[in-house]
């Protein structure tokens, strides 16, 4: 995607995130709450104060963009891997793991808890894209199956091997300052987390757009039979490795969470990240840059919507409404793209 | 024994007359037409291209006509769909079939009822056509394990089960092996003396010449002739599906004399996944600077053999010797050629990517995209626009300017002009000897005979997956790909 | 022991009544072609469809409340994928999420942000005369809520529709071929819509079972991944109503065991036995051959 291209989506990530506080008031409204009160604290838990933005809107978008770019490499790759939830999870769980049994000097508990992370996700996503690979099991089953094992891996780790040592709540006992990620902003929780998530996006857009194993995950995606029989790409190899890369973008993500905002393994660590990584994602239209973009506009809107449970009243679980209206939106608008719905398709016969 | 039409239903006479059809600009079918009588067998014959399959699908119901009539015993009638044309007594068993694998023989004969379904009544069902036509098929056995020639079978029960008296088969005999192949054909001739019609499209002229009453021919969409069995010759049948034979080797003859072996076969056999022998034991040479062109008519495994020569498919025996760049042109190019929704510049990347490292020289890149397509006369907004902006001649010549830039040893050409328009046509041949000029080996494939002898400088004819000898006169390769003796 | 045991078998079949119900839609829909990932969002219609009724018009106006909501839920989900075209997987997602925030952010609108536990009418057991009183299988098969014995009713009616009628083959030929079954005459598209929305009705249901014969009440995200654990099901049990029956049965049994475990006071980790029968289903996939494979046509947009 050129640079150009790039301002004409962001242009639509801005309206898109318009639109989507709009029909969060307009419900909002509708349902007969104080719309003035809850906008005021929906833009004020969003972008209201520095800390605000920072503890707010920046902490809620890490997890999303990271997310976001795992969905976003898979979908690329034509992986439809909806399990980023799962892996996110076992990421988390690793991290939390490692962070708690290494100790040792400077950076090294830290660097131990986001390499094990990265490793989870990776194991969890590898199982899907052997099972893929190997007996030919749709992504989408494998990867809703592995989100539950997941889920309920970590309830018994919380009950279990991981929990804080005096048994008495479901959660693991809290990293050392030495396992935690700093913070980038003194008084604030803004989280080193964000920054390797900006990061990691700008890289991936690099990656894809400039390097040849980029470009072979593009044009595997595009058009499997095209790149092996024009390109001689092995086809199978990408994807299985893209779906592995997938689930380490996702692993990081659990990771992060862990070192650098709950410092604890929890059984409700991720409120659905993985699933509105796939909203994220489309949004930013699969390029990674702008998946930064995507997971700010969400971002801000479940932390202007948490703002606006607790000022005003209104349920936060809006927010989901409005992310469901959103993807519908675009797949309705991708599928129109596809199939010509506003536009006249060039005539394929034609010299 | 002779095999009543199932439901004892006594076949009408099916008339078409004046029926005209064009796709886009092209004239398919220009005033054709034809009657068949009832109890007969009629064949339908003609080269690639020539009409037979869409007159069919025209009285199938399938198609809309342009202009034209159709008639069952007189009476005009309309069939708006295939169900319409069904439940009027027609049936037609295509190339491709319309079968559920999955599900059991009874099933798919079952399939597009009411009500209830009884397993039992319908494996009756089968049964009983069966033992009336001696078609016989297992109604349990699931239709995906079944192989081609009984899985033509369930289509053919399929129609009769919907108590067909008129049965359409098109190329029934492409894809089975001869044993097969004569059993289905004294099926079609017992079902026309119980009374029954049987339209069969086919290119085989022994086929026809063997069961059918009557015989049409078409050519480029006219009837050249239609008449009764007696009235025609072997001879006559080959003048009336190739024209006007012109006078002395239409072959383009060469610049300057073949150079070095390139490509080789030397004894291979292609079995397909379903274990279906495509390629049989076939050995051939290509040298630098000519090309080499296959004619075949479809089925007769010529797809299979240009991958193998393009080193797309791996032999199941025997030996295929190529350089390590072949460059291919598919005749799908959407599906195995380019990226629709990635710029030209990319699909222009694609060459080679499989081993590319490191990063990737774009900047040089759009500039050798837009080079070549000023040389290629790729006409298009530019390098970074999508593929899909391009019309399909635009994109079968930045194909072409991408496998021959840098110029590989080899190069397998496959139908590179289909859907083309003359203008894209004439480029796109023009480059290929071209391409000879400059000491490439060049095999060529297309469905239009006329257009393989026009640019080859020796020609390979195909007949069943194997190669058979012929001179390089248009008369004698029609002859050998049609399997005529010589 | 033997209250132990029969315990355990009325608790396995009672919280395999929502999953059979939601499973069995499931695969109607997989039949026909079309994956409903977002089921989790018919069930949660359901299950608030369910309080809102019930509150109203008894238990009766609930359940047949909640298979109306989760029927429009899929609706919305069939006309996306089926008419439009568009991707199942991502609108699934859209649905999941769709369901689980309306139906949230409308008990918090409609019942006050509290949370207070409201109560509604439930439907009690209804013990069978007779056969509630054999001992052990007795009270734990035969003194179960109506809708365990419409869910058990339910398997061979979805069996004679699947394979006795010619709807049923025309439904499952496509899921496995579309253009043949469309050459032989099929309306395919109104066919996997149709199949879509009766999944979906199965699934309100589920949500009401949950809301009428269980919990007794309602609670934000109640079905607690219970559409997804349908998804697995339909795999397990091969596609076939009998082995959605089965399979929910296997889930509920694991489920069950729990409160065992728990009530006996034995440290197992029970988690591990909830998460058991996923593993168990993508081992199932894995080594499926011939007849566990999926539809082949399942997943593909148009209708």
Redesign the interface.
């Known amino acids: 995607m050129?640079r150009h291209r790039w301002t004409g989506r962001l242009l639509l990530i801005a309206a898109t995130g318009g639109v989507a506080a709009l029909l969060l008031l307009a419900i909002v409204a509708l349902a007969g709450y104080d719309a003035p009160r809850a906008l005021g604290a929906l833009a004020g838990g969003a972008f209201g104060s520095l800390d605000a933005v920072l503890s707010g809107t920046l902490v809620r978008a890490t997890p999303l963009v990271l997310a976001g770019l795992a969905v976003t490499l898979a979908f690329r790759a034509g992986v439809l891997n909806i399990g980023a939830e799962g892996q996110l999870l076992a990421g988390a769980a690793a991290a939390t793991a490692a962070g708690l049994a290494v100790t040792g000097p400077g950076p090294l508990p830290l660097v131990s808890a986001l390499t094990a992370g990265i490793a989870g996700g990776a194991v969890v996503a590898g199982v899907a894209a052997w099972l893929r690979a190997r007996f030919g099991v749709l992504d989408v089953i494998s990867t809703l199956m592995l989100n539950s094992v997941a889920q309920f891996v970590v309830a018994w780790l919380v009950r279990g091997p991981l929990q804080e040592p005096l048994r008495i709540y479901p959660q693991s006992a809290s990293l050392a300052a030495a396992a935690r990620l700093p913070v980038l902003v003194p008084g604030s929780r803004l989280h080193l987390g964000w920054l390797m998530a900006v990061v990691l996006a700008g890289v991936g857009s690099w990656w894809l757009a400039?390097?040849?194993a980029?470009?072979?995950l593009?044009?595997t995606g595009?058009?499997p039979?095209?790149?092996a029989?024009?390109?001689?790409?092995?086809t199978g190899r990408v994807t299985a490795w893209a779906f592995v890369g997938s689930g380490m973008l996702a692993g990081l993500a659990g990771a992060v969470e862990v070192t650098g905002v709950t410092y604890a393994l929890y059984e409700n660590l991720s409120p659905g990240y993985g699933f509105t990584a796939i909203a994220v994602a489309l949004l930013a239209g699969l390029e990674p840059v702008l998946v930064i973009a995507t997971g700010l506009v969400f971002g801000a809107l479940e932390a202007g919507a948490s703002a606006m449970q607790r000022d005003a009243g209104v349920p936060s679980v809006l927010v989901a409404v409005v992310e469901a209206l959103v993807i519908l939106l675009l797949v309705l608008a991708e599928r129109g793209r596809q199939a010509g719905w506003w536009t006249r398709r060039?005539?394929?016969?034609?010299? | 024994m002779s095999v009543a039409p199932p439901g004892g239903r006594r076949a009408p006479t099916l008339a078409l007359t004046g029926i005209l059809k064009r796709f886009?600009?092209t004239l398919a079918l220009d005033d054709a037409g034809v009657v068949i009588r009832p109890g007969t067998v009629h064949a339908l014959l003609g080269e690639n291209g020539a009409g037979k399959s869409t007159l069919m699908r025209i009285a199938f119901g399938l198609l809309a006509p342009d202009a034209g009539t159709i008639t069952l015993d007189g009476r005009p009638v309309h069939f708006a769909s295939?169900?319409a044309a069904?439940a009027a007594g027609l049936g037609m068993v295509q190339q491709h079939?319309?079968?559920?694998?999955?599900?059991t023989v009874a099933?798919?004969v079952?399939?597009?009822?009411?009500?209830?379904?009884?397993?039992a009544r319908a494996a009756a069902v089968v049964r009983r056509i069966g033992e009336a036509t001696g078609l016989g098929l297992d109604p349990g056995a699931r239709v995906g394990e079944l192989a081609v020639h009984a899985q033509q079978r369930v289509e053919i029960v399929?129609a009769l089960a919907r108590d067909a008296a008129v049965l359409i088969l098109d190329e029934p005999t492409a894809v089975l092996a001869p044993a097969e192949a004569h059993e289905v054909l004294g099926w079609v001739r017992r079902f026309a003396e119980g009374g029954g019609s049987i339209v069969l499209i086919t290119h085989k002229l022994a086929d026809a010449l063997a069961v059918a009453d009557d015989l049409t021919v078409l050519r480029r969409g006219r009837v050249v002739r239609s008449a009764q069995r007696a009235t025609w010759s072997h001879d006559a049948l080959v003048a009336a599906m190739l024209g006007e034979v012109p006078e002395g080797p239409a072959v383009a003859p060469s610049v300057r004399p073949p150079g070095d072996e390139v490509l080789a076969l030397e004894g291979v056999t292609y079995a397909d996944a379903r274990g279906v022998v495509r390629v049989e034991d076939v050995s051939a040479s290509v040298r630098a600077g000519e090309v080499v062109g296959i004619a075949a008519v479809e089925g007769s495994g010529q797809h299979e053999l240009l991958r193998l020569l393009a080193g797309?498919l791996a032999p199941t025996r025997g030996l295929v010797r190529r350089p390590a760049t072949v460059g291919?042109v598919?005749e799908d190019r959407h599906?195995?050629?380019?990226?629709?929704?990635?710029p030209l510049r990319?699909n222009v990347?694609?060459?080679?990517?499989?081993?590319?490292?490191?990063?990737?020289p774009?900047e040089a890149l759009r500039a050798r995209t837009r080079e070549l397509m000023a040389r290629f006369d790729v006409r298009g907004p530019g390098p970074?626009a999508p593929a899909?902006?391009?019309?399909?001649?635009?994109q079968q010549k930045l194909?072409l300017a991408?496998e021959l830039d840098p110029p590989p040893p080899a190069l397998v050409v496959e139908n590179p002009t289909r859907?083309?328009?003359?203008?894209?046509?004439d480029a796109v041949l023009g480059r290929l000897r071209e391409a000879r000029d400059q000491g490439l080996a060049v095999v060529f494939y297309s469905s239009d005979i006329d257009e393989v002898l026009a640019v080859s400088d020796r020609v390979l004819a195909m007949h069943d997956g194997r190669l058979v000898a012929s001179d390089a006169t248009r008369e004698s390769v029609g002859r050998a790909m049609l399997g005529a003796t010589p | 022991m033997a209250d132990a045991l029969t315990g355990f078998l009325e608790a396995a079949v009672r919280t395999a009544t929502p999953l059979a119900f939601a499973a069995m839609g499931e695969t109607i829909a997989e039949r026909a072609g079309v994956i409903n990932v977002g089921l989790e969002g018919c069930v949660m219609a359901g299950a608030f469809g369910a309080l809102v009724a019930a509150g109203a018009g008894g238990v009766g106006a609930g359940f047949a409340t909640s298979a109306v909501a989760g029927a429009a839920l899929a609706a919305l989900f069939a006309l996306c994928v089926v008419r439009l075209g568009t991707d199942q997987i991502i609108t699934g997602t859209a649905m999941t999420l769709l369901g689980l925030g309306g139906t949230g952010a409308l008990y918090r609108t409609w019942y006050g942000a509290g949370g207070a536990a409201l109560s509604v009418p439930t439907a009690g057991p209804m013990a069978v005369p007779g056969l509630s009183k054999l001992p052990v299988v007795g009270p734990a098969f035969f003194s179960q809520p109506v809708v365990t014995y419409l869910a058990a009713l339910l398997v061979p009616v979805l069996w004679w529709f699947l394979?006795?009628?010619?709807?049923?083959?025309?439904l499952?030929?496509v899921g496995?071929?579309p253009?043949?079954?469309r050459?032989?005459?099929?309306a395919t598209a109104r066919l996997r819509t149709l199949a879509v929305v009766a999944g979906g009705a199965l699934g309100g249901l589920a949500g009401g079972t949950l809301v009428l014969a269980q919990a007794g009440t309602f609670a934000e995200g109640m079905s607690a991944g219970r559409g997804f654990v349908a998804i697995a099901i339909v795999v397990l049990g091969r596609w076939h109503p009998v082995g959605a029956a089965l399979g929910a049965l296997v889930f509920g049994a694991a489920t069950a065991l729990q409160f065992l475990i728990q009530a006996m006071g034995w440290t197992l980790p029970y988690q591990l036995f909830l998460a058991l029968p996923y593993v168990l289903t993508l081992g199932a996939l894995a080594l499926a051959r011939g007849r566990g494979?999926p539809?082949?046509a399942l997943g593909q947009a148009s209708g």
């Not at chain 1, 060039?346 to 010299?351: I, L, S, V």
């Not at chain 3, 394979?163 to 025309?170: E, F, I, P």
């Open positions: 050129t400039r390097t040849a980029g470009f072979r593009r044009a595009l058009n039979l095209a790149a029989s024009a390109g001689g790409v092995a060039t005539p394929e016969a034609a010299g | 886009g600009p295939a169900a069904l079939f319309s079968l559920v694998p999955a599900m099933e798919n079952a399939l597009g009822g009411r009500g209830r379904f009884d397993a399929k797309r291919f598919p599906r195995d050629a380019i990226l629709l929704d990635a990319e990347a694609l060459r080679g990517l499989g081993a590319a490292r490191g990063r990737m774009w970074e899909r902006a391009l019309s399909g001649g635009n194909v991408r859907g083309l328009d003359l203008r894209a046509t | 394979y006795r009628t010619h709807a049923g083959l025309a499952r030929a496995e071929a253009e043949a079954a050459a032989a005459g099929v494979r539809p082949a």
